[in-house]
């Protein structure tokens, strides 16, 4: 079992960045290393879009294109902590920000394969 909390959200003009975390508590008997882990953002409306993933140990790690360059995941296996820093933000990057965990081998790019989810961070880009 895996609990997920983020934070980081905010108010933010464009061009701004904001860093969120995502602070993950692990069951006993498991360790956060053992869990790739994503983010995801779901705008009014529409449906939940995956943002990035990174690999259990950090050395595998996918973006989507919409976020390719501009964002940048990272995790602290030390500190049960997924990042997000995300820059040049765009009011299209506005939504609710999700982080997730999947417990095999995977470094998923679908939120159907994912096993955990925290509750999600508000993210607004004004123009």
């Known amino acids: 079992q895996v609990q997920l909390v983020e934070t980081g959200g905010g108010l933010v003009q464009a061009g701004g960045s904001l860093r969120l975390s995502c602070a993950a508590s692990?069951?006993?008997?498991?360790?956060?290393?053992?869990?790739?882990m994503g983010w995801f953002r779901q705008a009014p409306g529409k449906e939940r879009e995956f943002v990035a993933s990174?690999?259990?140990?950090?050395?595998?790690?996918y973006y989507a294109d919409s976020v390719k360059g501009r964002f940048t995941i990272s995790r602290d296996n030390a500190e049960n902590t997924v990042y997000l820093q995300m820059n040049s933000l765009k009011p299209e990057d506005t939504a609710v920000y999700y982080c997730?965990?999947?417990?095999?081998?995977?470094?998923?790019?679908?939120?159907?394969?994912?096993?955990?989810w925290g509750q999600g961070t508000q993210v607004t880009v004004s123009s």
């Open positions: 997730a965990a999947d417990r095999t081998f995977r470094t998923p790019m679908v939120a159907g394969e994912y096993d955990y």
């Open positions: 990174i690999s259990r140990r950090g050395g595998t790690i």
């Open positions: 692990v069951a006993s008997g498991r360790t956060f290393s053992a869990y790739a």
